[in-house]
T-cell receptor
């Protein structure tokens, strides 16, 4: 298995632009998580899905952020409009039912100018 | 509510010395405890986990951790560290992360 795949790996955009981050979980995993990592706030859980259904989105910073999981093999995290304070590394992780271990993707480094 | 507290933000240590990275958790429900490691500019990798059973858990790279229910702790230990252990270590309960501890191993 290729592991969790995230794209793009790096994104540089200007304030006000829409940003879409993508994630492909490990096949057969039914949980998917989006995290954000910054120096100031560390690793924050933004949202997680179970069987494509959002379970807890209390970590989503504000209405500018939205996440979808249209099917078991794909999820997006969208920021519209983006702001400089959104600059961070965004990680996607997936997990199966058996052992609770999360497998992380390589992350997307987002820079909003 | 679940939370994870990592008491030390940075731990400097000399090579071949022992190290302990502290973690305390709070939870009113079952715990699923993990330690992850993040090497510079890389993603996160599982070191070890405790779901149930033996309270002493052994992981990769010579690390181990002990689940202590009475003290609500899950401290990470290694008897002799290497330069290559320099990284940030995260204690996790279920899917809630602690703030991380940066381990800096000096020659």
């Amino acid at each position: 298995d290729a592991g969790v795949i995230q794209s793009p790996r790096h994104e540089v955009t200007e304030m006000g632009q829409e940003v879409t981050l993508r994630c492909k979980p490990i096949s057969g995993h039914d949980y998917l998580f989006w995290y954000r990592q910054t120096m100031m706030r560390g690793l924050e859980l933004l949202i997680y899905f179970n069987n494509n259904v959002p379970i807890d989105d209390s970590g989503m910073p504000e209405d500018r952020f939205s996440a979808k999981m249209p099917n078991a093999s794909f999820s997006t995290l969208k920021i519209q409009p983006s702001e400089p304070r959104d600059s961070a590394v965004y990680f996607c992780a997936s997990r199966g039912q058996e052992n609770n271990e999360q497998f992380f993707g390589p992350g997307t480094r987002l820079t909003v100018l | 509510a679940q939370s994870v507290t990592q008491l030390d933000s940075q731990v400097p240590v000399f090579e071949e010395a022992p190290v302990e990275l502290r973690c305390n958790y709070s939870s009113s429900v079952s715990v699923y405890l993990f330690w992850y490691v993040q090497y510079p500019n890389q993603g996160l990798q599982l070191l070890l986990k405790y779901l149930s059973g033996s309270t002493l858990v052994k992981g990769i790279n010579g690390f181990e951790a002990e689940f202590n229910k009475s003290q609500t702790s899950f401290h990470l230990r290694k008897p002799s560290v290497h330069i290559s252990d320099t990284a940030e270590y995260f204690c996790v309960n279920k899917f809630y992360f602690g703030s991380g501890t940066k381990l800096n191993v000096k020659p």
